[in-house]
């Protein structure tokens, strides 16, 4: 049987989710977009919110499906699409944003259940410099939320960027996952 | 008057297991450093509080005894089975680990040293194959 496996970038609109799932992706990403509602329709008045799929084709045939999904509450139902055989989430915050750290801030209490149990990592995207100041800003609010993971800065167009976060990710999934039936993560 | 570590007749079996201890612990701040150390028939769990901001500059293999305590205290024997590290390449991480104020470190009787996971291997192979398919060898 081929085995495929899922990884979900989860962010606000323009923290890099297509970006990353664009650069890994052997066939053409699929989005598909949701009209804003509520106050981002007062900020963009057209479609902002996305779903991205992409495929990405590994030796032996396995794949990796990969999924962008916003951080937002009200479309955290999406996350059952992707939950079963999920090996890890990337959070993805936007630092040439005025409000990354209240989107991450969102994103962590939408999925804080999830946060507790999977391999995940924060990928600061979009910094001018190291971003010193909003990681630590970050890991301020990691520890508010009583959650722990790695924060990196990144440039989701690079993927040497991209392979870093993945490699910070499978760390965390070989030594850290306590998910000892591995049925669990098969697609 | 009697030595640190030495034992008089008749033996008093408190004597015994008090000498034994210290010899342990002697032992294990020889091999572990003083931090992850055990002392008196106790040994430390230790629980990440934070993972370090800096951790990209620590060693890859501190990684691995990072993402060890992400979930439930370890000791070092527990983090060593899940690594493969040796007990003392991890008692040096624990102290790198601890200065920057990202460690907890709680107190637990002794239990057996668990046998080595190796279900690793398996994320290995497909982190390899991910990263060759990103171009990366």
Redesign the interface.
Known sequence: MVESYKVVFIGEPGAGKTTCVAALSDIEPITTEVPASGELALMKDTTTVAFDYGEMALEGGERLLLYGLPGQERFSFMFEVVRHGLLGIIVLVDASSAHALDGLRETLKTYAKELEHLPWLIAVNKARDSADSLRRACQTLLFQSRLIAPIVTVDARKRESIAHMFEILFTLLEYGDERSREQELLA | MHGAGTLHLPWRVSEVLAVLSEAGSEADAGRLGDYASAQMGVEWSFR????P?N??RLP?AC??????M???PLTVAQIAA??GLEEMEIGGYLELIAADGALDRFAAPRTPAPAPRS??S???S??G????????S
């Open positions: 990440l509080r934070a993972w901001l951790f990209e890859k990684w691995s005894v990072l993402a060890t992400l979930r439930k899940r690594t279900e690793g398996r994320w290995r497909l982190a194959r991910i990263g060759r398919a990103l171009g990366f």
